[in-house]
């Protein structure tokens, strides 16, 4: 037997048209499993009906206080236990880092010596070839020619004149007003 | 249904503690109901209950006060506990292996004390051939009062989806009962015909 859509209909809390109603209670007639469904849904429902709700044992509001606050100590504790995480890690890594410069020392001082002093000859070389190359600029006569020489003198001299000349009009511009 | 101040839930959003404190007392109660249908054991839902309303706290700035307080509060907790059930599942502890249920002591006398825990017990039984959400969508339903919508709402569920997953509930529980019926009417009718020494 085909028990649909009499079960939707059944199991529905909305209210059916009169001709599904009628449909279905004749269905129901006919048949025992739906009508045991029926039956049975009924009493679920009232079973649901008669259980009262639970509540949580008293001091539930304090419990969860307590909660909140540990929950914050240990947010702290972990924010704690990773910075000291973070500089143990890095006082770590330079004690390494340390340690490597060191074994380099012991293992070949004579070796380090040499390479230090070798830097430092080719430091003195490189000041050597920039005080060679100054000396040289100088002793090559002037880079600037004469006349432009003279000519940007006079330039500079005539622009500052003007200068100082527009300044104390300005100035005294000001006084009057 | 839960009734709280708009101003109440503003002071709590704005960080005062007295206020947050106010709403748990006021909401505890229906939030551990939930809980407990949900899971079926008193400690398990006075864990998630906890644990609801720590994520209330730690989330309620993202409370848009134009929706329903306790739909948003009961969402987190049904939400909480599905995934409670779901992490039952996964580490394959049955549910049907703790059938004796404790639940808490709520009526006076010991005789409808006995009887409650037994109606109790046949509810959980009952809830728990359920599926997670189906058995959220049920607790809502019945003890909650929510509609369609509400219960759409808070379980990120579509209307049509709730509606069928409610009526595929009601089928199973209705057939549960049946079985359960059948099956313990003999045992049941034996204890009562028998002379207690
Ligand atoms: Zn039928």
């Known amino acids: 037997m085909n028990h649909q859509p009499f079960r939707s209909w059944l199991l529905s809390e909305e209210p059916l048209p009169p001709e599904q109603a009628q449909a279905l209670n004749e269905h129901l007639q006919d048949c025992e499993a739906c009508r ?6 009924s009493k679920v429902f009232g079973l649901f009906q008669c259980v009262s709700p639970a509540a949580p044992a008293p001091g ?5 206080q307590q909660r909140l606050i540990a929950q914050r100590m240990a947010a702290q504790r972990r924010q704690a236990w990773i910075a000291v995480a973070v500089t143990a890690g890095t006082a770590l890594l330079l ?17 380090l010596l040499l390479m230090w002093i070798a830097r430092l000859t080719s430091l003195v ?15 090559s006569g002037p880079i600037i020619p004469i006349t432009l020489a003279i000519f940007f003198t006079g330039f500079i001299c005539f622009i ?3 200068w ?4 104390r009009q300005m100035t005294s511009n000001w006084r009057i007003a | 249904m839960i009734q709280i101040e708009p101003e109440v839930i503003q002071q709590a959003q704005n960080g005062n503690q007295q206020a947050f404190t106010t709403l748990v007392e006021a909401c505890q109660k229906p939030v551990y109901n939930l809980c407990y249908r949900m899971l079926g054991d ?5 864990d998630a209950a906890q644990e609801t309303f720590l994520r209330a706290y730690h989330n309620l700035r993202r409370y848009d006060r134009q929706r329903s307080f306790s739909t948003w509060l009961l969402s987190i907790a049904a939400h909480y506990c599905i995934d409670q059930l779901r992490r039952r599942r996964l580490t394959l502890i049955s549910i049907d292996a703790d059938p004796a249920l ?3 002591d709520l009526a006076p006398g010991p005789e409808s004390a006995f009887h409650h825990s037994q109606e109790q017990q046949r509810v959980q039984a009952l809830l728990d051939t359920l599926g997670p959400q189906d058995r959220s969508a049920v607790t809502l339903y019945y003890w909650y009062d929510f509609s369609y919508d509400e219960i759409a709402e808070a379980l990120s569920l579509t209307v049509s989806a709730v509606k069928s997953r409610l009526h595929r509930a009601r089928l199973s529980m209705a057939q549960t009962w049946s079985e359960q019926e059948t099956t313990s009417y003999p045992t049941e009718r034996k204890h009562h015909e028998s002379p207690a020494f």
């Open chain 1, 36 to 41: 045991q469904i029926d039956t049975s849904w």
């Open chain 2, 102 to 104: 404790d639940p808490p």
């Open chain 2, 42 to 46: 008193p400690d398990e839902a006075e």
């Open chain 1, 125 to 139: 070389n490189v000041l050597v070839d920039i005080q060679k190359f100054i000396l040289m600029v100088l002793n």
């Open chain 1, 160 to 162: 500052s004149v003007a």
């Open chain 1, 164 to 167: 100082l000349a527009t300044y």
């Open chain 1, 60 to 64: 539930f509001t304090e419990r969860w």
């Open chain 1, 95 to 111: 004690l390494l880092i340390l340690g490597i410069q060191v074994v380099q020392i012991l293992r070949a001082p004579a070796q």
